[in-house]
């Protein structure tokens, strides 16, 4: 892994991805690789990792209780923009939103108002 780190650090800018695939009978099948990428894309920040930047490790909190927020992360396309995040306290919850906003501000502040309101549900 260190000398795939110094060949990161040493040629052009690599964009790596890993693929898992498994099929019916439990067999997996993992493609990793990494490619050069252009030096300009690889410089660009899109307002998208800003919210992912602004989001993670930041903090939710009601009246009652705080949790430290964790993105799993962003995504994008034809049906939307959504959120996968934990929020991590003393109740840990797993947290997917549909988002018409990149204001992470505003993205917390409606997560707080719909935790402090809801009422957990007896197990």
């Not at 009978?25 to 410089?43: L, S, W």
């Not at 602004?54 to 959504?82: C, P, Q």
Request: proline share 4%.
């Amino acid at each position: 892994m260190s000398s795939q780190a110094s060949a990161v650090s040493q040629g052009p800018s690599l964009v790596a991805y890993d693929l898992r695939k498994q099929n019916r009978v439990g067999a997996n099948c993992r493609i990793a690789r990494a490619e050069p990428i252009a030096e300009a894309i690889a410089d660009e920040v899109s307002p998208l990792d800003e919210l992912f930047f602004s989001l993670d490790g930041s903090t939710i909190a009601t009246d009652d209780e705080k949790w430290r927020v964790e993105v799993s992360g962003i995504h994008f396309g034809d049906s939307g923009r959504w959120v996968q995040m934990n929020l991590c306290g003393d109740v840990n919850y797993s947290v997917t939103l549909k988002i018409d906003t990149v204001d992470a501000r505003a993205i917390r502040e409606n997560v707080a108002a719909c935790l402090t309101c809801s009422t957990p549900l007896p197990l």
